[in-house]
């Protein structure tokens, strides 16, 4: 069973940057981002990006993409969020997420880290 590590959360101001970083306890998986925002319940995480085991295809959702960079280093296991011009919206708990296959579906696969708490000030 995979183990899910995320890291590097924190406070910024509206239009800076944050780096997210998840670290898996064993790697060769699709994995992906989601995010669900205060006072929302699990069920209504919300996808916020994906990226194959290879690296080759990146998925996005439409209120991040531009803005958002996902990648991965297969050596180290771990796959990074960059997070630009963010805005107050994007405050939330972002999870890292993967079913131990090659496919991260828009509800996420079954295992997923403890999330890293995002708060973007206005």
């Known amino acids: 069973q995979v183990q899910l590590v995320e890291s590097g959360g924190g406070l910024v101001q509206a239009g800076g940057s944050l780096r997210l970083s998840c670290a898996a306890s064993?790697?060769?998986?699709?994995m992906g981002w989601f995010r669900q925002a205060p006072g929302k319940e699990r069920k209504e995480r919300e996808f916020?990006?994906?990226?194959?085991?290879?690296?080759?295809?990146?998925y996005y959702a439409d209120s991040v993409e531009g803005r958002f960079t996902i990648s991965r280093d297969n050596a180290k296991n771990t796959v990074y969020l960059q997070m630009n011009s963010l805005k107050p919206e994007d405050t939330a708990v972002y999870y890292c997420?993967?079913?131990?296959?090659?496919?991260?579906?828009?509800?996420?696969?079954?295992?997923w880290g403890k999330g890293t708490l995002v708060t973007v000030s206005s």
């Open positions: 997420n993967t079913d131990m296959n090659n496919y991260v579906g828009p509800q996420g696969g079954s295992y």
């Open positions: 064993e790697g060769s998986y699709a």
């Open positions: 916020v990006a994906s990226i194959s085991w290879s690296g080759g295809r990146t």
